[in-house]
């Protein structure tokens, strides 16, 4: 087998496939593996994740890839952290009590805000398609995952908690649910993550992964 | 309010494509996948498939062609028919699906539905149910696609699924279903007026228009469409934009 362009971590969590379909769609030789070697030794590894964050920590710990993943980021590879793969990229998450996160990005994960800005009670989860913004701290995705994209385009999220960065320049988009807004995609140097799911998001998510692909 | 969802859903018998009328008289359209990838690029929010024989045969047989479809479709996918066990949803899950309708087993068994959405969580347990009119304001839940009646009272049915764990239901009625006379709008209304979580109607567009009473009024979260796509009589994308026409936020699909 030829040397993969982009390893994703296969931790025992979530839906693997379409993730490894995406990034296929985008040209890549891809391996989807728990293996650590071939993880430190890829020149990109995609860290993917559905769920609850502490089973999603307490799996890959288990498998012994906490360390690797901080490795990864040490080293300059390029990360990404999809849906509970980004959140897990924080410092610790308040759902179901405070668990500790990889702590990569500076900041924590708590719920996705239940009331609107109207006041009005609001359905969590956050499922659907929504459209990403740019936020204060980055005013233009130029240089980013999100280059190719228009603002205003629609992706698809299905999420209960949300990261919340502490440097605004960490924040490269938002979505607004019911007035509010939700982090949903962050990045700090080599690391980066998506709430949403590129692998669903059609056109545009394929537009992020293949920039992924071009770190 | 939410982006409505433009749903295509796919009816599946053996390796076919099909298309009935009240969930019956089933007609081979095609293969599946050229009609899936076709809804795909023309920009379809998700897709649903159905295999409509499988609870007579105790058996899915959606794998495979999920499997295949995964490798051209990136948008959300709901696989239903047949479906018994968590087992059996771990399994379709596996091949690239994102959601499990389950209808007949959870009938049969409804523990099957808590089971499934603490498995998978509940954004994953799509309650599909099959209506049948029986009397004013009054419907029964059918399985087996529409062909064995079960006494149920729909809007019992749906309360207690969701209080199970259904997080979505595919509300499909079998009276519109392949009649292209319009969605049957008073019992999306009832459903949709029951329960919190989304409610995905089914059954009866004849024309994009159909939508329109099926939002603003049924308060549909999602529409779901086949016949119309099936034969052509439309695109996904004249449907958006008739969607847009009357003030109905949908996905900005050009925005690309």
Known sequence: MSTPEVVVIDYGVGNLLSVRRGLERCGANVAVTSNRDVILSAPRVVLPGVGAFADGMAELSRHGLDDVVRE??????????????????????????????????????VSVPAISSEGQPQKVPHIGWNSLQPTAGCKHWKGTLLQE??????????????????????????????????????????????????????????????????? | ???????????????????????????????????????????????????????????????????????????????????????????????????VA????????PKLIGDIARRFGSQCMVLSIEAKQVGPDRWEVYTDNGRERTGLNVIEWVRKGVSLGAGEILLTSVDKEGTRKGYDVALIKAVTREVSVPVIASGGMGKPEDLIDAVLQGEADAVAMADILHYRRATVGDIRNVARGAGIDVRDYEHA
């Open chain 2, 102 to 109: 389950v209808n007949t087993a959870a009938v049969a068994n």
């Open chain 1, 72 to 109: 990864v980021a040490a080293k300059k590879t390029p990360l990404l952290g999809i849906c509970l793969g980004m959140q897990m990229l924080l410092d610790e998450s308040e759902e179901y009590g405070i668990t500790a996160g990889l702590g990569l990005i500076a900041g924590r994960v």
């Open chain 1, 149 to 215: 994209v228009r603002p205003g385009a629609a992706v698809y999220f299905v999420h209960s908690f949300m990261a919340s960065p502490v440097d605004p320049r960490h924040r490269l988009a938002d979505c607004l649910y019911g007035g509010m807004p939700i982090s949903a995609a962050i990045g700090r140097d080599n690391v980066f993550g998506c709430q949403f799911h590129p692998e669903k998001s059609g056109a545009v998510g394929l537009k992020i992964l293949q920039r992924f692909l071009a770190q």
């Open chain 2, 1 to 99: 309010m939410r982006k409505i969802r433009l749903i295509a859903r796919l009816d599946i018998k053996g390796p076919n494509l099909i298309k009935g009328v009240h969930l019956e008289g089933l007609r081979v359209i095609g293969p599946p996948n050229e009609h899936a990838l076709r809804y795909y690029q023309q920009g379809a929010d998700e897709l649903i498939y159905m295999d409509c024989v499988a609870s007579l045969y105790g058996r899915n047989n959606l794998g495979d062609i999920v499997q295949s479809a995964a490798k051209d479709v990136f948008v959300p996918m709901t696989v239903g028919g047949g479906i018994r066990s968590v087992a059996d949803a771990t399994q379709l899950l596996r091949c690239g699906a994102d959601k």
